[in-house]
């Protein structure tokens, strides 16, 4: 068995765009995705990942660099000949054809016999919970069960790989969560390695082992979901997933993994930690998370400890979410609501000062510009 | 009653459809009833119309003769069966090969850039802007022995010093068949292209991904999608070709006699009205039986402007 599903060795795609000149929509980007992996390609729209996924699935080829699915260079091998299937976002169902044609209609192609057809797509319509709709034309289905056939559709040819381009951007919300969780029991049951392109990061959080955020063509971070989210590696995948304040800075010292920064504009020094190493002098963002900054009524012994002017509290259920004022730099602040009472004081809402404190390793050191 | 009439849709709707109405009762119910009563009349000494009932016209229609060579009183003389089997025939190879023709320019007008296909489009329309009748004297010039055809072949047998003998072209099925293929072109071509645009690129690209090769994709998915245009063309070409005189005319001379011709000689030349009026409606009637059953199996190709 070979290392990975899907292997990405330099590869360039380029565009002519509709001034004449040319855009690379893919990058230099490597990517090795393993095997059995669910793994997500997250990022705004025209970051290039919906064009690396059809460069795996052959609708694209490449400008330069290689796809490899298994140990199998693609070269510019046609979508009907690589062990790849999509679900495609707008579904692409066959309306001509009933479900169970549509579903029936990879393996077909296959030259499956016919006994055998019926079977696996029995089997896989009841996976996807679509049995006694067989008969039915794809018109006469609901969203989501449009959704499902061709889900069916491309499982039943049972794919070494399975790429979805943002299959769930059409449900409601509702739905959406109900089918992520839907999605990532049926890849664990199946064991395909599914490729999941998604612009939405909760969706990414919620469903995948691994994640690329892509901007402008790169690739900016690989990692797990809590990887992603509690170790960014740059600002832009800080800001990109979450939310979070960011403050600029010069490293003042550093070692043991934790680095000093002054922050001129709070007129103040930070201590937080970094993936990297960092000199003396070399200018940095810091990120907070808003959930991680710790309202207090008393300075605690800590290294981070501000008096701050609390400028607006908004209650919103489960969190309150107040900005604050440390310095003249305004900070969000969320507080988790873990205390039952009818008293607007307890969220903060009337005082006026308070003290914030940020435990080190809440404060993300990140590269400067 | 101004009042009255802004309350009552159904007044409002009626008068919306009024000079409409007015046209199809003046322009066609009143002249089909009057072509159904002269059917069943007798023509008179000096081409007038007898009105009385009589099924003469009909029997004469289906081969029923009264002027027999071998002196009997009555015998079946299969010429007006034989004109009607030929342009049915006719018609039909006229709208296959125009399907043929059209399908894969239809495909490829609908597969090029936005901004090709317009040009493209405009290309198909242009020979409608000329007169039908012009067009076909154009074929005339083309076809004829010492025409545009014969002239280039000769000229490219000349070059090969290959003998060349003018073919005779002009006044023979094939001419005709030619004619008829050429001027319906464009009314095949429109509505095929039509169903080929709305056909998503998602479905090509899920047909293959599934493991179809192209020729795969198009028996399977391309052509299914794609049928109502092939039967709004087909409705818009076959019943047309079915009673149409004009291309027979000038191309087939008095060669190729179509049901079309037919009733043309009945009113202009024969002066028999009443005769002329039989085999109007012996060709409606026909070309609705065709368009039932074919309707009836294949649909209007509606869904080219409901989808």
């Not at chain 1, 990120?287 to 981070?304: A, D, F, G, H, Y």
């Amino acid at each position: 068995m070979p290392d990975f599903a899907v292997e990405l060795r330099d590869v360039v795609k380029t565009f002519p765009t509709p001034e004449g000149g040319y855009v690379n929509a893919v990058d230099h980007v490597d990517m090795q995705i393993k095997n059995g992996e669910f793994f997500s390609l997250l990022g705004s729209s025209g970051c290039g990942k919906t064009t690396t996924l059809r460069m795996i699935a052959g609708f694209e080829w490449p400008t330069s660099g290689e796809v490899y699915i298994g140990d199998q260079g693609q070269g510019r091998k046609p979508p009907f000949q690589r062990p790849v299937n999509t679900v495609f976002q707008s579904y692409a169902l066959f309306q001509h054809m009933t479900v169970f044609q549509n579903v029936a209609f990879g393996l077909e192609m296959e030259k499956t016999s016919n006994e055998e057809i019926k079977s696996r797509v029995g089997k896989v319509l009841e996976m996807v919970k679509l049995n006694g709709m067989e008969r039915r034309s794809p018109r006469q289905l609901s969203g989501g069960q449009q959704q499902r056939v061709a889900l069916a559709r491309a499982l039943v040819k049972l794919p070494t790989v399975l790429l979805l381009d943002e299959p769930l951007g059409a449900l409601d919300l509702k739905l959406r969560k109900e089918m992520q969780l839907e999605l990532k029991s049926l890849q664990r049951e199946v064991g395909i390695t599914f490729i999941f392109v998604t612009h939405d990061q909760e969706e990414a959080l919620t469903m995948s082992d691994r994640i690329a955020v892509m901007s402008l063509g790169k690739v900016m971070q690989f990692g797990a979901p809590v990887e992603i989210y509690e170790r960014p590696n740059c600002k832009f995948v800080a800001d990109f997933i979450g939310e979070t304040n960011f403050l600029e800075g010069v490293v003042q010292s550093s070692g043991d993994g934790t680095v000093r920064v002054q922050v001129p504009r709070v007129n103040s020094t930070l201590t937080g930690v970094a993936r990297q190493e960092y000199k003396v002098g070399d200018p940095v963002v810091l990120s907070i998370r808003p959930e991680k900054i710790r309202l207090v009524e008393t300075p605690q012994l800590n290294q981070n400890c501000f008096e701050v002017i609390v400028r607006n509290a908004a209650y919103i259920g489960s969190d309150t979410r107040l900005e604050v004022d440390l310095n003249g730099v305004k900070l969000k602040v969320w507080e988790q609501n873990h205390i039952s009472t009818l008293d607007p004081r307890a969220y903060h809402q009337g005082t006026q000062t308070a003290w914030v404190s940020i435990m080190p390793e809440n404060i993300l050191v990140l590269p400067g510009e | 009653m101004l009042q009255k009439l802004r309350e009552n849709q159904n007044i409002q709707g009626l008068i919306l459809i009024l000079p409409t109405l007015l046209f199809m009762v003046g322009l066609l119910i009143i002249p089909l009833i009057l072509t159904t009563v002269v059917s069943f009349g007798r023509r008179s000494a000096d081409g007038g119309v007898i009105y009385t009932f009589t099924l003469d016209n009909y029997a004469r229609l289906f081969g029923y003769s009264t002027t027999c060579t071998n002196g009997a009183a009555s015998c079946f003389d299969p010429l007006y069966v034989d004109i009607t089997v030929r342009s049915f025939w006719l018609a039909l190879e006229t709208t296959v090969l125009v399907i043929l023709l059209a399908y894969p320019l239809a495909y490829f007008i609908a597969r090029s850039t936005p901004k090709r296909r317009t040009t493209f489009l405009f290309m198909v329309l242009v020979p409608l802007w000329t007169n039908f009748v012009i067009r076909v004297y154009a074929w005339m010039m083309i076809l004829r022995t010492q025409g545009v055809l014969n002239g280039l072949l000769g000229a490219f047998a000349g070059l090969f010093h290959i003998p060349f003998t003018p073919f005779d072209m002009l006044y023979t099925p094939g001419a005709v068949l030619v004619g008829m293929v050429y001027e319906f072109l464009p009314f095949m071509i429109l509505p095929i292209y039509t169903s080929l645009e709305k056909i998503d690129n998602s479905l090509y690209e899920a047909a293959a991904d599934l493991g179809a090769n192209p020729l795969r994709t198009i028996f399977r998915v391309t052509l299914p999608l794609s049928m109502p245009g092939v039967v709004a063309g087909t409705i818009l070409v076959f019943i047309p070709v079915m009673g149409t005189f004009i291309v027979s005319d000038i191309l087939g001379g008095q060669k190729v006699m179509l049901v079309g011709n037919l009733i043309q000689r009945q009113f202009l030349d024969a002066r028999d009205p009443t005769f002329g009026s039989a085999a109007s409606l012996i060709l409606m009637v026909m070309t609705l039986i065709v368009t039932y059953f074919y309707t009836r199996k294949f649909g209007f190709g509606e869904e080219i402007i409901a989808v």
